[in-house]
């Protein structure tokens, strides 16, 4: 302004905080360099925005360890098994080490993945050897890597053809996520069809099994049970009309942003109505195998996994990318993404439902 006044800030420099911390007279004796690059190593801001970028500071091992029951959900059923027997046998493992666990989690050892392959067996799960083991479990970690993406940063991930082996430091090509390669061009055309075809229909399906997920959810919970019957109001708000957090909080009778925030979470809706949407895409299409020259091909341990790649990386192209970028710009109003456009359509039908 004119008087030149300067006015406090709560927004902290890093640069000038780590310069604040340091003790040069610290009993450690640490140098200013190495203190400086440990402060930057351990920021938790500049890990989880690196984190939403797809630089992931846990191993392979650290990941499928750690692996949480919302990300069993959105595995195929072999995998959830696999990572079941790792979670029997390795997490079991760590959790009995005497003291102080070690810092990184190891490779699995021999032992370990034999243990892991007689579980599995049990299951009828059928692993050819060891090595395919573990193959398999880095490709999960690998999936469970983009889950975390896609959470943090409410975007798909998106991967280069070549990645670096942890192993071997050479690069090495990613499975091939759009799978049609190995079909012959008519066919892989009109399976591309198909998709487009029933993509609408899964869509409604998606939405239809989100929202329940989401009402479900609430009515279960002690705190927000007395809103469960408020969301499709409250989403057709927000994605119909346009309205703010604000507004809907005064008219659906809440006490704050925050909490409108928490009974709707159209960012937790979104990823179950893209769950849903793979899954009737996925059971839609193997059933019309025969269509495709499919059938021979799922005899291929890697024929689901592959398919189930090619059909995320199809919906997340049609559908869910532009519905991300929605949310996280706050473009709620707008009906041009086909999300909201399905969503808007459903949460009108069910609110005449409703009043009928």
């Not at 192993?167 to 008519?186: C, K, S, V």
């Not at 119909?240 to 006490?255: P, R």
């Not at 532009?322 to 009108?348: H, V």
Request: aromatic content about 8%; charged content about 30%; overall charge positive.
């Amino acid at each position: 302004n004119g008087d030149r006044e300067t006015k406090k800030t709560d927004y902290q420099f890093f640069t000038v905080e780590v310069l604040r911390k340091y003790n040069l007279n610290s009993p450690s004796k640490s140098r200013l360099d190495d203190w400086v690059y440990y402060q930057t190593k351990q920021n938790p801001k500049l890990k989880d925005f690196l984190s939403e970028r797809g630089l992931c500071f846990l191993s392979d091992w650290a990941l499928l360890n750690r692996a949480r029951p919302t990300q069993f959900e959105q595995l195929l059923p072999r995998d959830r098994n696999i990572l079941e027997a790792f979670h029997g046998v390795y997490r079991r493992d760590r959790r009995q080490q005497p003291g102080k666990k070690a810092r990184r989690c190891p490779d699995p050892t021999q032992a370990q993945l034999e243990e892991m392959s007689h579980l599995l067996q049990e299951k009828s799960v059928i692993v050819n050897s060891l090595v395919q083991l573990r193959d398999e479990l880095k490709h999960l970690a690998r999936v469970l890597r983009r889950y975390d993406i896609w959470i943090r940063s409410g975007f798909p991930p998106s991967e280069s053809l070549e990645v670096s082996d942890s192993d071997t430091g050479r690069n090495r090509e990613l499975p091939d996520q759009n799978f049609t390669n190995t079909l012959d061009a008519i066919a892989r055309q009109e399976l591309q069809q198909f998709c487009s075809q029933q993509l609408i229909a899964c869509l409604d399906l998606g939405i239809e099994q989100g929202l329940t997920d989401r009402i479900t959810k609430l009515e279960r919970s002690r705190s927000y049970a007395r809103f469960a019957s408020k969301v499709i109001s409250g989403l057709e708000l927000i994605y119909c009309h346009g309205k703010s957090q604000a507004e809907i909080a005064s008219i659906l009778g809440m006490t704050n942003q925050s909490q409108v925030s928490r009974v709707l979470n159209p960012k937790d809706l979104l990823n179950r109505v893209r769950f849903w949407t793979i899954d009737k895409l996925f059971h839609i299409i193997s059933h019309a195998a025969h269509q495709f020259n499919l059938a021979n091909m799922s005899r291929d341990p890697d024929y689901f996994r592959n398919l189930m790649e090619h059909l995320e990386a199809f919906v997340d192209a049609e559908v869910f990318q532009e519905a991300a970028a929605e949310i996280m710009t706050g473009k709620k109003c707008s009906t041009n993404s086909l999300y909201t456009q399905r969503l808007c359509r459903y949460l009108e039908k069910a609110k005449q439902e409703n009043h009928d």
